[in-house]
């Protein structure tokens, strides 16, 4: 599974590689995501199947966070689902819970661009 | 008359037997729920160590209840010398108040306790009586008693309050009370919900008005009857009726954490206390000449929960519309798919079909036009996921295979599919009414494709489809040595021989060709089928019939007001009425709100509608039915841009006055007078 690997390649959300995906899945859907974690944060934008991965501040629709450490980098590489980890606990949620209905499904697909981007010759 | 007290607000309810009193556990669906958890499941009231005896019952309303009560001397010989009150409104929990009042002219001294507990069972473990995984423990503060539960980050907890001086202990609360000479004493409790899809303060205390948000429910449910159109008739269980479900409706409403901002039908009490996307769906299209924001709100929710990736643990594909939606701990360790679940073949379809009718029926072309994008995504998802092998039909089989869902239709029992001789029918299945749904789904998104989003040529795509699927469905479905259609074709394309009420269903599509619509409209009116209260989901005489079997048997009033709907579709107007006049003569016997199901014996054997003991009340489109009854009686439909009548009212009712119906229209209202020749 080469895509777990170069999913691997980060260990920190902060190491989470920024850049432009296109997500068919989420074409259609408009909003912003924070995920913040005590050991960084990423800003996931979304325009219409449009997806932009930033590690810079800004206004969210919806912010996502915990403390335990490495949760929100399963999230972000699409090994957690964020509807059950906010149900369990281990996520705490603020804003548009809607908008997370939308993309939560997509989170991994997102991971998947994000990790061949990063790989040589990536997107 | 029902042995428990039921209050309610959204996905929070609290079911107590008729002293108040709640002593829920495995399998038994009492206690104070929110969020699919139960957070109370023993409440017990006792004056002296002994439980009050109910005098009288208030429960009018569906967010509060009273109980009138005396702690009585075990004689008749002796008054009782204490009256006891109880007043519980829905909160974020609950808020109860107990009163006593002292009837001697001598003071008097008694201990009252409340006995407080709380399992957190996750209502698929009360109803599957399952076992919990996680650690209870009980915490006494100095100003509140806390009921907890933890199994890993998972945290819920109960709060309960006194408004006076009160002893905590981990068994409940203690009071020992001094009454002066005819005077009273009050104590006011809250029970609050803790932790869950997201956090939620307890409530702020309001002394003792009542509960916090009572006043809005109360104005909220008023504001709901007040937009709904006014019937007037001289028949009282069709007045009773109307009532009851525009009440049950607005109690039902369901605001979910996830989406605080939206209403929309939940299911119904207790098991279904959730967002469902058949229920919703067909509630809302029920419900469309009445209240027709239900359906907008409806539409708005499943779009935006529509599939958008390939999953199959949640049954998910591409353009499928949402199953079902829950919040508990179940769910929450992916024990249970519904985070949420898909596994529904017809609430694609149904999605389309409510989506053309709701703008039919309003004119509201903007959110038409919103949703294009998801109507294009529910039909491709019948074309290339629904339709499986490509055989031209929509069949299900689950692809999770150990907690989905067997039976994908609206039957969906594990027993309901089966062949005349009772054998199961082997899976993948493709019921008769789905493909019905997709024939009229497909029409009617031809026509918003032509007229809302200018999209001539896919519209004459999608009525060239339907008409195709119309012409095999009548070839392939029809048997022959039966005359009727087949209930579905199974995994190995054979005809699934069984008699049931979905064929009532085809005619609500208008796939079945107009020959073999009559001899469905026979069978149906038949007394296999027809019990004298209603079409039996299943005809007597089958192998797997059974008149209190869920889906094999019974009478389901959502569903025969979908067949009499159909009748009136094909010109059937006697048979529509007979079915709706017994539907709302058996109201009656269930206080004019219909159940879910009731039991399927013949109305002649037993002389009333005979309960089904599971069954949920109130439920959505069992209080959907008698407005989709309503409309059947009066005919009402819409041409152009005006609401036509075409009634069909039998005897006893002499005359129906629907008044101040909206739609694109405005406001207009509807008349119908009794024919004679409508008799039963």
């Known amino acids: 599974m080469a895509e777990q690997t170069s999913n691997q390649a980060y260990e920190t959300i902060a190491q989470v590689p920024c850049g432009d995906y296109s997500v068919s899945a989420l074409a259609g859907v408009h909003g912003t995501i924070m995920f913040e974690a005590a050991d960084g944060f990423i800003r996931m934008s979304i325009d219409d199947g449009k997806v932009t991965l930033a590690h810079t501040a800004g206004a969210a629709d919806l912010v996502l966070r915990t403390r335990l450490p490495g949760e929100l980098l399963r999230l972000v590489r699409g090994e957690a689902n964020a509807l059950t980890a906010l149900l369990r606990g281990r996520v705490e949620a603020e804003g548009d819970l809607m908008l997370l209905m939308k993309v939560a499904g997509a989170i991994p697909e997102i991971a998947l661009r994000a990790a061949a981007s990063a790989q040589p010759g990536g997107e | ?680």
């Open chain 2, 1 to 680: 008359m029902a042995d428990t007290i039921s209050i309610l607000d959204g996905s929070t309810f609290a079911v107590s037997d008729r002293r108040g009193d709640m002593e829920g556990g495995p399998g038994d669906d009492r206690g104070l729920f929110r969020d699919d958890t139960r957070f109370l499941s023993r409440w017990v009231l006792t004056i002296d160590g002994r439980r009050p005896n109910v005098l009288s019952i208030d429960d009018v309303h569906y967010f509060k209840a009273q109980l009138f009560m005396a702690v009585t001397s075990g004689t008749v010989y002796v008054d009782s010398n204490l009256s006891v009150m109880r007043r519980r409104e829905i909160a974020d929990g609950f808020v109860e108040v107990i009163e006593l009042l002292n009837h001697e002219i001598e003071p008097i001294e008694v201990v009252v306790e409340v006995e407080a507990g709380a399992d957190f069972a996750d209502l698929f473990e009360v109803k599957d009586k399952l076992t919990k995984k996680g650690e209870r423990y009980v915490r006494v503060e100095p100003d509140k008693l806390v009921l907890g539960y933890a199994r890993e980050t998972f945290v819920r907890e109960t709060f309960i309050t006194s408004s006076e001086p009160v002893e905590l202990g981990e068994h409940g609360l203690r009071y020992r009370v001094r009454l002066p000479p005819q005077g009273r004493w009050s104590t006011e409790l809250r029970v609050a919900c803790v932790g869950g899809a997201c956090t939620r303060p307890a409530p702020a205390s309001t002394g003792r008005t009542g509960a916090p948000g009572a006043r809005d429910l109360a104005t909220d449910v008023q504001e709901f009857i007040d937009a709904a159109p006014k019937l007037a008739c001289s028949w009282q269980p069709l007045q009773e009726t109307y009532a009851r479900s525009l009440i049950d409706l607005a109690a039902l409403r369901f605001r979910s954490p996830l989406l605080p901002d939206h209403a929309m039908p939940a299911a119904g009490l207790p098991w279904f206390m959730a967002m469902f996307g058949r229920d919703s769906l067909i509630t809302s299209f029920q419900a469309l000449p009445f209240a027709p924001d239900l359906a907008r709100t409806t539409l708005q929710v499943l779009a935006a929960m529509q599939a958008r990736t390939d999953d199959a643990f949640r049954d998910a594909e591409p353009g499928k519309i949402t199953h079902e939606l829950r919040f508990g701990e179940l769910t929450a360790f992916e024990e249970r798919p519904h985070s949420p679940y898909y596994g529904s073949a017809d609430a694609t379809p149904l999605f389309l079909i409510l989506l053309e009718e709701y703008e039919r029926w309003t004119g509201d072309h903007a959110l038409a036009r919103v949703l294009e994008r998801e109507a294009r995504a529910a039909v491709r998802w019948i074309d290339e996921y629904g339709d499986r092998d490509q055989d031209g039909y929509v069949e299900y089989a689950r692809r999770n295979v150990d907690t989905g869902l067997e039976n994908q239709c609206w039957k969906d029992s594990w027993n309901s599919i089966a062949f005349a001789d009772g054998t199961l029918a082997p899976l993948p299945r493709a019921t008769c009414e789905i493909q019905g749904y997709v024939y009229d789904a497909k029409l009617r998104t031809a026509r918003l494709a032509r007229t809302v989003w200018n999209d001539a040529k896919w519209s004459d795509e999608l009525e060239q489809s339907a008409e195709q699927l119309k012409q095999r469905f009548n070839r392939d479905f029809w048997i022959d040595q039966r005359g009727v259609f087949a209930l579905a074709l199974d995994g190995e394309k054979r005809k699934v021989d069984s008699l049931t009420s979905n064929i009532g269903h085809l005619l609500w599509s208008g796939i079945a060709e107009p020959d073999k619509a009559e001899r469905c409209v026979r069978l149906l009116m038949g007394d296999k089928l027809y019990s004298g209260w209603g079409v039996r989901t299943m005809a007597r005489g089958e192998g797997a019939y059974n008149p209190i079997g869920y889906h094999v048997g019974t009478v389901w009033p959502h569903d025969c007001s979908i067949i009499a709907w159909g009748l009136r579709r094909y010109g059937y107007r006697a048979e529509a009425a007979r079915i709706a006049r017994a539907m709302l003569e058996a109201a009656v016997f269930f206080r004019y709100r219909l159940p879910e199901a009731f039991a399927g014996y013949d109305r002649e054997a037993t002389r009333f509608p005979v309960e089904y003991p599971t069954a949920c009340s109130p439920q959505a489109w069992a209080s959907g039915a008698p407005l989709l009854l309503l409309r059947t009686l009066l005919g009402l439909e819409v041409e152009g841009e005006r609401l036509t009548t075409d009634a069909a009212v039998p005897p006893p009712i002499d005359r129906v006055e629907l008044l101040d119906i909206p739609g694109r229209w405005g406001l207009t209202d509807a008349l119908g007078r009794s024919h004679g020749d409508l008799a039963a």
